[in-house]
Antibody, heavy 118, light 108 residues
C-alpha cells in the first residue's frame, strides 16, 4: 500500500534553516510528481511546492519562492524540502502528497510540524 | 490565482440528517475539483475528484456535483465519523493549486 512518511520537523529560530524529508513506498515513485502542502495551526491547507517525476520541473508558492527548494532522489524514493530564511509565518504541519493527474492529491503523509520561534 | 470560497464556515447538523456544503471558484475550473475530509490530528483524505467521482473506499452517502464555478458536496445521512472539516481544491489552473478555507461539520 502507498505510504508517505515525513521527517525533519522541529523548532527553529527565525532566519535559520531546516530540511524536511518524505520517504515513499508502495508505488512507482519515479513516475509520480510529488507536492508539499502545509497547514498552519488552526488554519486551512496551503500548497507549497511541487516537483515533477524526474525532478526537472519545480514550482513554488509565492510565499516561499526564493527561500524553499524542493528536490528528489528517485534511487531512494525520497523527496526533500530545504527551507531557508524561515519566518514565524512558516510555522505549520508540512505534508507531502502524491499527485495523480494534474493535481489531485490522492495520498498524504502524516505530516511533520515545523515551529519557527525565537 | 484561482480563489476558492467555501460556505458556510461551520455547519451544525444532527446525526442522520443531510449536509450540503458549497464551494465557489473565482473563475471556471471545469470539473477539476476535489473534496477532502480532515479529522483532528489527521492528514486530509481524498473523498471526491472530477467534481463528482468518489475516491476508492468512500461511502456512497458522499456525493459531489457542479462544474465551472459552483460545486456542492452532499452527505446524505451524517454518521458520527463524518463530523470533520471539508476542503475543496481546484486542479484546473496551476500553479498554484488552491484550496478553499474549509467547512467544519459539527454535531448539532
Amino acid at each position: 500500500q502507498v505510504q508517505l512518511v515525513e521527517s525533519g520537523g522541529g523548532v527553529v529560530h527565525p532566519g535559520r534553516s531546516l530540511r524536511l524529508s518524505c520517504a515513499a513506498s508502495g508505488f512507482t515513485f519515479s513516475r509520480s510528481a510529488m507536492h508539499w502542502v502545509r497547514q498552519a495551526p488552526g488554519k486551512g491547507l496551503e500548497w507549497v511546492a511541487v516537483i515533477s517525476d524526474d525532478g526537472s520541473n519545480k514550482y513554488y508558492a509565492d510565499s516561499v519562492k526564493g527561500r524553499f527548494t524542493m528536490s528528489r532522489d528517485n534511487s531512494k524514493n525520497t523527496v526533500h524540502l530545504q527551507m531557508n530564511s524561515l519566518r514565524a509565518e512558516d510555522t505549520a504541519v508540512y505534508y507531502c502528497a502524491r499527485v495523480r493527474g494534474s493535481g489531485l492529491f490522492d495520498y498524504w503523509g502524516q505530516g511533520t510540524l515545523v515551529t519557527v520561534s525565537s | 490565482e484561482i480563489v476558492m470560497t467555501q460556505s458556510p464556515a461551520t455547519l451544525s447538523v444532527s446525526p442522520g440528517e443531510r449536509a450540503t456544503l458549497s464551494c465557489r471558484a473565482s473563475q471556471s475550473v471545469s470539473s477539476n475539483l476535489a473534496w477532502y475530509q480532515q479529522k483532528p490530528g489527521q492528514a486530509p483524505r481524498l473523498l471526491i475528484y472530477g467534481a463528482s467521482t468518489r475516491a476508492t473506499g468512500i461511502a456512497a452517502r458522499f456525493s459531489g456535483s457542479g462544474s465551472g464555478t459552483e460545486f456542492t458536496l452532499s452527505i446524505s445521512s451524517l454518521q458520527s465519523e463524518d463530523f470533520a472539516v471539508y476542503y475543496c481544491q481546484q486542479y484546473n489552473n496551476w500553479p498554484p493549486w488552491t484550496f478553499g478555507q474549509g467547512t467544519k461539520v459539527e454535531i448539532k
